[in-house]
């Protein structure tokens, strides 16, 4: 069983267009995350939702929206794509336990997004 | 968050034990020190993580100085499989926001 899963794995599409990648997690995990990781490697946050609640918004362009419809699930949604938004974005999740060093977070395989 | 220092590449060789070591000279008190690895073209992997204590469990372990100012990942007995980007984050015990730095490429060779 597939314990954060992403779709599409590859997106490919135009300027200006809008889209959007779905994540699931089946751990029962309270928290989610959106990365991103650019053509340098370098991974950044740019989204966290603790129970359906956005806890963590990095400088991230409003073009940007996530969306958490339940627990287990949270979507990136892209408007007005851009070149510079080419990258892979991965998704996480992980289990609350403040106090204990909470950020055991998993990873989904990561969506490759190219903007062309 | 306090910043990390690695080294950029090492090699290990197959069934030696790999050292990864990890400088957070700037550390507060209560910062979690976290390694992840991503495999090519794979999401992050958690390894390990610990705040004073020395930590061990399937995959590694990790030895925090007694001043916290640095670390070391053991990777027990490489195998080809452990070539991966390894990364050192400190981290406060907050909301999950992990800040990744370049890491360290390890390669295993035969």
């Known amino acids: 069983d597939t314990a954060v899963s992403q779709t599409p794995k590859y997106l490919v599409t135009q300027m200006g267009n809008d889209k959007s990648i779905k994540c699931e997690q089946n751990?029962?995990?309270?928290?989610m995350y959106w990365y991103k990781q650019d053509s340098k490697k370098f991974l950044k946050i740019m989204f966290s939702?603790?129970?359906?609640?956005?806890?963590i918004n990095e400088t991230v362009p409003n073009r940007f929206s996530p969306k958490s419809p339940d627990k287990a699930h949270l979507n990136l949604h892209i408007n007005s794509l851009e070149l510079g938004d080419s990258a892979v974005y991965f998704c996480?999740?992980?289990?609350?336990?403040?106090?204990?060093?909470?950020?055991?977070?998993?990873f989904g395989p990561g969506t490759r997004l190219t903007v062309t | 968050d306090a910043k990390t220092t690695q080294p950029t590449s090492m090699d290990c060789a197959e069934g030696r034990a790999a050292n990864l070591p990890c400088n957070h000279s700037t550390i507060s008190g209560n910062e979690y020190v976290y390694w992840y690895r991503q495999i090519h073209s794979q999401g992050p992997q958690y390894i390990i993580h610990g705040l004073k204590n020395n930590e061990t469990n399937e995959m590694a372990s990790l030895i925090i100085t007694e001043d916290r100012k640095s670390s070391t990942l053991i990777l027990p007995h490489a195998t080809l499989r452990d070539t991966a980007v390894y990364y050192c984050i400190a981290s406060t015990d907050s909301w999950g926001k992990l800040q990744f730095g370049a890491g360290t490429q390890v390669v295993v060779t035969p």
């Open positions: 939702y603790n129970n359906k609640e956005l806890i």
């Open positions: 751990l029962g995990h309270d928290t």
């Open positions: 996480a999740s992980s289990q609350d336990r403040p106090g204990l060093g909470l950020y055991e977070q998993y």
